[in-house]
């Protein structure tokens, strides 16, 4: 079994990191790979999109081939989790800044994106979450982070900060506005790994 995790551009190594600690904590026989080109992504069976810069991870993905596959996997039912910009990069819509950058997103999650709900860089912050998933408070480290401002009936929302949904789910999709690889709490890794395992 291969999970893999799409390597163009973003925070890669850390999600890379965090899925392998997970894995070893089930005992799991399953191999994490990077996703850099064209033909990798239909031979797994749980596809990671990280944060980084949304306009320019879509633009990689859409030139590379990947945008595609990625649709096609998401329509077999694979397993996605999308992080941060990875969350802009599964909506169905965007804002008036993906709107003007002209993003293609992938619109596997019935959900509209605000690209900058929380800020600049210079914003970043930590704060407790309560996650429907989770039995307690998960630690989100927000770096320039999206939100979803609207989403479709399907959608399942799992967390909200202030006004805005922070993390979501639709069938196979899972969607956070923050990084859950940057803490040591493997519990959201886990959660995703269910899904991969249960498919």
Do not use: W
Not at 77 to 103: F, Y
Not at 122 to 147: Q, Y
Not at 158 to 177: G, P, T, Y
Not at 193 to 198: A, E, G, I, M, R
């Amino acid at each position: 079994m291969k999970i893999g995790v799409i390597a163009i551009q973003g925070a890669v190594s850390e999600h890379v990191d965090a899925l392998r600690r997970a894995l070893r904590e089930r005992r799991a026989d399953a191999e994490v790979v990077a996703i850099k080109h064209k033909g990798i992504v239909p031979e797994c069976s749980g596809i990671v999109i990280p944060g980084g810069e949304s306009t320019t991870l879509c633009r990689l993905l859409a030139r590379e081939g990947i945008a595609e596959e990625i649709k096609d996997a998401a329509a077999r039912g694979v397993p996605i989790l999308g992080t941060c910009a990875g969350l802009i990069v599964v909506a169905k819509e965007g804002d008036e800044q993906v709107e003007k950058t002209r993003q293609e997103l992938l619109g596997i999650m019935d959900t509209r994106v605000n690209r900058n709900a929380f800020g600049r860089q210079r914003d970043s912050f930590e704060a407790e979450l309560e996650v429907e998933v989770l039995d307690s408070p998960f630690t989100g480290v927000f770096i320039r982070a999206p939100g979803i401002v609207s989403c479709g009936p399907e959608v399942r929302v799992l967390s909200r900060l202030d006004d805005l949904i922070i993390a979501a789910e639709q069938r196979n999709v899972l969607a956070l506005a923050f990084h859950p690889e940057l803490t040591d709490d493997l519990r959201i890794h886990q959660y995703f790994l269910d899904k991969v395992f249960n498919c």
